[in-house]
């Protein structure tokens, strides 16, 4: 994609680490389920577990976050489909005595050519090469749905910042919900940023840590820890 902000190769990676059954169980299940079976053995009522706001918050953005992933996988096909059918948007202009030199845009054309007037017919073929190739660009684009799918994409990856924002600020009543948060964190960051360093690998680790206890509590709504 030419000079757009949006070029960037996101890794589209889940790291799900047995979140999966994580997250779809402790929305039905209590955690530490043995100790809750010995205290209601009595009444053969077990209470339901109060509903997490933080989990409802993570399964918002997993949702989300998952969609703009497949919206950015969309438009990198749009983009190599696109390139196959356009030519690069610059061209060539040959100053007189000296070298060929490449102009990407118009303001390129006024550093390089300035008030030159001898150079009149040159700049006036240049320009005129770029609006065709702007142009071009402009109708392939519109008709594989390039711009639309950019637009989605834009909109998508709003959407997941703005629910990773309100579920950093919405408190866990649960160790899943806890789990999620970090799930999120980590998900994101790997997107964006090196994960070698500080402080990725300690939050890794409590993420790792907390699934652990999860699965100890409730082996069989952890499967692999």
């Avoid at 060539?92 to 070298?99: C, D, F, L, Q, R």
């Avoid at 001898?118 to 660009?137: G, N, T, V, W």
């Avoid at 959407?159 to 600020?169: D, H, T």
């Avoid at 948060?181 to 997107?191: C, F, S, Y």
Wanted: charged residues 25%.
């Amino acid at each position: 994609m030419a000079d757009s902000d949006h070029s960037m190769s996101f890794g589209c990676v889940t790291r799900r680490l047995a979140l999966g059954g994580l997250f779809v169980v402790s929305g039905g299940l209590a955690f530490g389920g043995n100790a809750l079976a010995r205290a209601t053995a009595a009444t053969d009522v077990v209470p339901a577990p109060a509903p997490d706001p933080a989990m409802e918050l993570w399964r918002d953005w997993n949702a989300a976050y998952e969609q703009a992933m497949w919206r950015c996988d969309r438009l990198q096909e749009l983009e190599a489909a696109l390139a196959e059918r356009v030519d690069a948007l610059w061209t060539v202009v040959s100053i007189p005595g000296g070298e060929e030199t490449i102009v990407c845009s118009k303001m390129a054309l006024d550093r390089i050519i300035g008030e030159r007037t001898d150079m009149a017919e040159i700049r006036a073929r240049a320009e005129a090469e770029l609006d065709a190739r702007q142009a071009h660009f402009e109708e392939v684009a519109t008709e594989i749905g390039y711009f639309a799918g950019l637009r989605a994409e834009q909109a998508g990856f709003a959407k997941v910042a703005a629910l990773l924002e309100a579920l950093s600020g919405t408190p866990a009543v649960s160790l899943a919900g806890v789990v999620g948060k970090l799930d999120a964190v980590l998900r994101n960051g790997a997107d964006w940023e090196d994960r070698s360093g500080f402080p990725w690998p300690q939050i890794r680790s409590a993420h790792a840590d907390l699934t652990r206890m999860a699965h100890r509590l409730n082996p069989h709504a952890f499967p692999g820890g």
